[in-house]
């Protein structure tokens, strides 16, 4: 492609507008994410205020009805009161026979010719009631004050009762004309709930209390018994009651909501009034939150899940462990708000419950509008600004780099707009001198290019020169290296061997061969009468005991002057083997035969054992025994015999009792096996322990620092890694040593 033809890869035009789009972008974003945040804030605080507004409108008027109910109250016990005093200097009897008989079953009831209990109050007493004068006063006081307000109150409330503590109950129940017919002769009056939480045990407040909900089996219908005990004298004497529906409340509740809510009634003990999801199919008591257990015959609701009954828990919880003020709540596990008021009269507590999901879709909603049209003007934007930077910016430039390519192809000769007064005319112009100027510096490179290949020539003869002589200092110097490392491990195995010797020279030099001649000159002297001499004479008797003697001391120094002898012909044998080494690291390949670890081991410390009991060192061998493995052995000898004598070196400072030195086997894990030689001597500075292996470097005065760098290097060409550790001066220092292994499987025999 010729440079006239050249086109960029890329459009500066299309290139800007990307980056400038994506950096628009990113603001849209980020004013997209705040206005998100305030219409959020926003919707959540006119939300949360108009639930706290409807809770509050709702519980004032659902709560009306409750309130009447205990205002009536208020008057029935003020009426009965009047009642039982006027009736008190008065005879009961006439009265009394003329409204109600005993029937056949024991009870006393309202006599049923002319009896209209649409209109009239009802009476049932119980069998075994002794209707003494003072009873019969407060049973007809009641019986006028519920004919009097009972016709007025059944507008509003289904029934209204009175029941003496004796057992006889009084009732207008207009809906219900035979109740007192009806009812059977051993009804357990006294034991219903919405009498015995009158009673001075359950309310020794003695104010007005409510039942709990319940279903009215002979109408199938929701009530709630609200019920005020009168005490004349200290003494409870009556409880006076209403019973109020609640269908209309319970459906109400789950009906009549804000959109996207529902509202609930629970009280305070968690019996649950009213809640969308309860079902309520042959059900005849409320169901209560906490799971409390039911009397027999009572059934309760149910919720449709265990997650539901679990949520609803947590509700309830929040609810019941609010503040007295606190009328919004907050169910984070569940992103719900809450809005609570309490209902006056039963203390029930209405809730509105309202989803965090309600108010954060409506300011996504809104987030959403706010980000399309944010994106649509930015659409519009790039279009606009994409021409202006074409036809302004882009083509110029184009031009530019087409020049360019002409300098770069030795054309020189180019033309370009320097007409306009912007920086692109300037950068034209600017080019064109650069143009001339290029061409002026490529014809004095062209000269001096012929210069310079001569006196390259010239320096490239010198460092071939040069380099001869580094090739062979570093031949020198790394002969010099073997030759240092060689002295350095015959050193320590010729300290070994001098041991030895010197040993068995003390060995030979100590046998009491001299008794020998003394013996043999006895014998001479008393040779003519030897038998006589060596079983009679007293002296004569000694010589056979002292000769045996003599025999086994003298074997046993023989063995012992063997075995120096034999140490001395292996340490004369490992000399070859570490000169060997030393020349197999000149690069001659290695060389692997099966090896014993543990002997090995044993090995290197029995080359050494002179010179530990020299030093006065005790041994501490934790070899375990491992299937041979094929490696060099001479190197894993050297590396082992130098740990070992730099290891009784670094014991000098060490009490002679406290020396110990741990040589330990084992293998870490299953493809590598690990020797450590551990001593309790001088130890290590931390700061020098990334030294140690370096070539030269000592610790030691009399040391000259090849060992360990040779074992060091040894150990990596053995495909391992030779470590220390050391807790600092005075702690001891331990080396590891660390070998690849594959132990040599053993062919099974045929």
């Not at 056949?104 to 003494?132: C, H, Q, Y």
């Not at 989803?355 to 980000?371: D, N």
């Not at 690291?585 to 090995?603: G, K, N």
């Amino acid at each position: 492609m010729s440079a006239l033809n050249f086109r960029p890869p890329a459009s500066l035009a299309r290139t800007t507008l990307i980056h400038m789009g994506v950096r628009i972008g990113v603001i849209i974003l980020l004013t997209t994410l705040v206005s998100y945040l305030h219409m959020f804030h926003t919707l959540r605080q006119d939300a949360l205020e108009q639930l706290e507004r409807h809770v509050a409108e709702r519980s004032q008027r659902e709560q009306t009805l409750f309130v009447l109910a205990e205002d009536n109250h208020a008057l029935l016990k003020k009426a009965l009161e009047e009642r039982i005093q006027a009736w008190s200097q008065q005879d009961p009897n006439p009265r009394f026979e003329s409204l109600f008989t005993q029937q056949p079953d024991g009870s006393v009831r309202s006599r049923a010719e002319g009896f209209d209990a649409t209109k009239m109050v009802g009476v049932f007493i119980p069998p075994g009631v002794k209707l003494d004068t003072e009873l019969r006063r407060r049973i007809l006081a009641a019986y006028d004050v519920l004919a009097q307000y009972g016709p007025a109150f059944s507008t509003r409330f289904n029934s209204t009762y009175i029941t003496l503590v004796e057992g006889p109950c009084l009732s207008y129940w207009p809906s219900i004309p035979n109740w007192a017919q009806d009812i059977p002769a051993d009804d357990p009056t006294l034991e219903y709930e919405y009498y015995t939480i009158s009673t001075p045990e359950k309310n020794p407040s003695r104010e007005t209390v409510w039942s709990g909900i319940f279903q009215y089996p002979v109408t199938q219908h929701w009530m709630v018994t609200v019920t005020t005990p009168l005490d004349r004298e200290g003494r409870h004497v009556a409880s006076i009651a209403h019973d109020v529906l609640l269908d209309e409340l319970m459906g109400r509740s789950i009906e009549d909501h804000l959109p996207n809510t529902y509202n609930l009634l629970v009280r305070d003990d968690g019996q649950l009034i009213a809640h969308p999801d309860l079902d309520l199919q042959g059900a005849n008591v409320g169901y209560n939150i906490l799971g409390t257990a039911l009397k027999p015959g009572e059934v309760s609701p149910k919720l449709t899940s265990e997650a539901q009954q679990t949520h609803l828990r947590s509700l309830f919880e929040t609810v019941r462990n609010r503040t007295s003020d606190d009328s919004l709540l907050q169910l984070p596990e569940y992103d719900e708000y809450l809005a609570v008021d309490r209902l006056e009269g039963p203390e029930w507590n209405f809730v509105t419950v309202l989803p965090g999901s309600v108010v954060t879709a409506a300011a996504l909603r809104s987030a959403r509008y706010v980000l399309l049209f944010g994106l649509v003007s930015l659409l519009l934007e790039l279009i606009i600004m994409y021409q202006v930077l074409q036809r302004q910016i882009a083509q110029p430039l184009l031009n530019l780099i087409q020049a360019a390519h002409h300098v770069a192809s030795g054309d020189f000769q180019v033309a370009l707009d320097s007409s306009r007064r912007d920086e692109l005319g300037q950068l034209a112009g600017a080019f064109r001198t650069m143009s001339d100027q290029v061409r002026q510096r490529e014809e004095q490179l062209r000269q001096a290019n012929d210069s310079l290949e001569q006196r390259v020539e010239e320096r490239t003869r010198e460092l071939k020169t040069v380099h001869g002589q580094l090739v062979q200092t570093a031949r020198q110097a790394g002969m010099a290296e073997i030759a240092t490392n060689v002295l350095h491990n015959v050193g320590n195995v010729l300290n070994s061997v001098y041991t030895s010797s010197q040993l068995a020279r003390d060995r030979v030099r100590e046998l009491r061969l001299e008794h020998v001649g003394k013996v043999a000159s006895l014998l001479e002297e008393h040779q003519a009468e030897l038998g006589t001499y060596l079983s009679q004479d007293e002296r004569g008797r000694n010589v056979m005991p002292f000769l045996n003697k003599l025999g086994s001391n003298l074997l046993d120094e023989r063995k012992e002057i063997l075995s120096l002898l034999e140490d001395v012909g292996r340490y004369t044998e490992h000399i070859g083997d570490i000169v060997k080494v030393q020349q197999n690291h000149a690069r001659t390949p290695r060389f692997s035969e099966p090896v014993s670890l543990a002997t090995l081991v044993d090995d290197a410390l029995r080359i050494n054992s002179a010179a530990l009991t020299r030093h006065q060192v005790k041994e501490v061998r934790q070899l375990r025994f491992l299937p041979p493995v094929m490696m060099d052995k001479h190197k894993v000898l050297m590396i082992l015999v130098n740990l070992i004598s730099n290891a009784k070196y670094a014991m000098d400072e060490t009490p002679a009792e406290q020396r110990i030195l741990t040589v330990t086997l084992d293998t870490p894990v299953a493809d590598r096996v690990r020797i450590e030689v551990r001593d309790n001597g001088m130890g290590i500075p931390q700061e020098l322990l990334t030294r140690i292996f370096q070539y030269g470097f000592t610790t030691r005065r009399e040391g000259h620092g090849f060992g360990l760098h040779s074992s060091s290097l040894a150990a990596q060409e053995l495909g391992g890694t030779l470590l220390v550790h050391s807790e600092g001066p005075g702690r001891g220092a331990t080396f590891t040593l660390e070998l690849p292994y594959q132990p040599i499987q053993e062919t099974p025999h045929a």
